[in-house]
């Protein structure tokens, strides 16, 4: 019998899980789950560090890469937040530089077999404007493990 949808409150438990994880507090990056069918990634202070593009003030290629296999990966949680997932194909398009002192990602889940998931994630600039975009493959495990506390 299949597993229910998770509840928004199973997605905010997940959030908080990942939320607290040294990866993603290292990198300034918040996780939610505003809704059942959306994950969100922000960076709400983007640092020096997360800026080079060509030499600009433009957040780097690689840190939009990063957030965009996190948003996607993440995506399985809609799915079951208890089940391991890994993002196995990820195209980008990188429409125009992301400026400003913050930045938001949202991904979708457009369609899904028994055990993947096709993803699509935008990124958004400070003003809101979106600046790039990609489609993901993320494969689910078979089985759902329990969590490992922080």
Avoid: K
Avoid at 28 to 56: C, K, M, N, Q, Y
């Amino acid at each position: 019998m299949p597993r229910p949808s998770p509840t928004l409150e199973d997605l905010a438990r997940a959030a908080e899980f990942l939320n607290h994880s040294a990866p993603l507090a290292h990198a300034g990056i918040r996780l939610s789950f505003p809704a059942t069918d959306v994950v969100v990634a922000e960076i709400p202070e983007v640092r020096a560090e997360h800026r080079g593009g060509l030499g600009t003030s433009a957040v780097n290629g690689g840190v939009l890469a990063a957030v965009f296999d996190l948003v996607t990966g993440c995506t399985a949680r809609l799915v079951d937040p208890g089940r391991p997932s890994a993002t196995v194909q990820l195209s980008m398009s990188f429409e125009r530089p992301v400026l400003g002192d913050s930045l938001r990602a949202e991904a979708r889940i457009d369609s899904r077999g028994q055990r993947t998931l096709f993803v699509s994630a935008q990124i958004f600039d400070a003003r809101g404007q979106a600046c790039a975009r990609c489609q993901a493959v993320v494969a689910l495990a078979r089985a759902a493990v329990t969590p490992v506390a922080p």
